[in-house]
């Protein structure tokens, strides 16, 4: 089946700490991959998205084509990175498919 | 307004009655997408209007649900015939071409619960 996959529901670090956060999909061709946020009592919202090649709020995530992910990293959490993370992607139609989300807690 | 606005912000109803919830997307948006968000569950798409039409209506989960939009504009999904696997938060998205080229906007959603 198609689908996005966020392999961990929760991953927990210290600040300072390394954080990736890992998606996978199993759509065939070249879809477009985004990642969204929403942190606490915020709306959902666009994070960054892989045809921009942009970092984000020091977050950035590479499109391997072989392994079919499309992993988010970021080098050094900080405390306010704590949120709910979704990778979502578009292909070959305007609906965008989201996974099933990971929090991120970031422990002082 | 500013963003995308939805309508009731909670909504809590008893087993078996029919309820709308509301979505009024951002002035200009062509695009609007219904989503469900359970926990586990993630982002469930529901159904993606293009102007008034509705090329994906394939996420809706059963018979009970329908929406619409009109002008353009405001889309109101209904739940016949509520049952407690319903509860959740619905959430409403729009933008004003495909998600693909622009980013899509979300509202606060609508937090359903069905006693």
């Known amino acids: 089946a198609q689908r996005v996959t966020q392999p961990e529901k929760l991953l927990s670090v210290f600040k300072g700490a390394p954080v990736e956060l890992k998606c996978n999909y199993s759509?065939?061709?070249?879809?477009?991959l985004f990642w969204y946020v929403q942190y606490s009592r915020q709306r959902l919202q666009l994070l960054l998205r892989?045809?921009s090649r942009e970092s984000i709020k020091g977050f950035t995530a590479d499109l391997n084509k072989g392994e079919t992910s499309f992993h988010l990293k970021k080098p050094f959490a900080q405390e306010e990175d704590s949120a709910m993370y979704y990778c979502?992607?578009?292909?070959?139609?305007?609906?965008?498919?989201f996974g099933t989300g990971t929090r991120l807690q970031v422990f002082p | 307004g500013a963003g995308v606005s939805q309508s009731p912000s909670n909504k809590v109803t008893e087993k078996g009655k029919d309820v709308e919830l509301r979505c009024d997307p951002i002035s200009g948006h062509t695009a609007l997408y219904w989503y469900r968000q359970s926990l586990g569950q993630g982002l469930e798409f529901l159904i993606y209007f293009q102007g008034n039409s509705a090329p994906d209506k394939s996420g809706l989960p059963s018979d009970r649900f329908s929406a619409e939009r009109t002008g353009g504009s405001v889309s109101t999904l209904t739940i016949q015939r509520t049952q407690q696997e319903d509860s959740a938060v619905y959430l409403c998205?729009?933008?004003?071409?495909?998600?693909?080229?622009?980013?899509?906007?979300f509202g606060q959603g609508t937090r359903l619960t069905v006693v």
């Open positions: 998205a729009s933008s004003y071409g495909p998600p693909s080229k622009v980013e899509a906007f």
């Open positions: 892989h045809i």
């Open positions: 979502a992607l578009i292909w070959n139609t305007d609906k965008l498919i």
């Open positions: 759509y065939s061709g070249s879809p477009e």
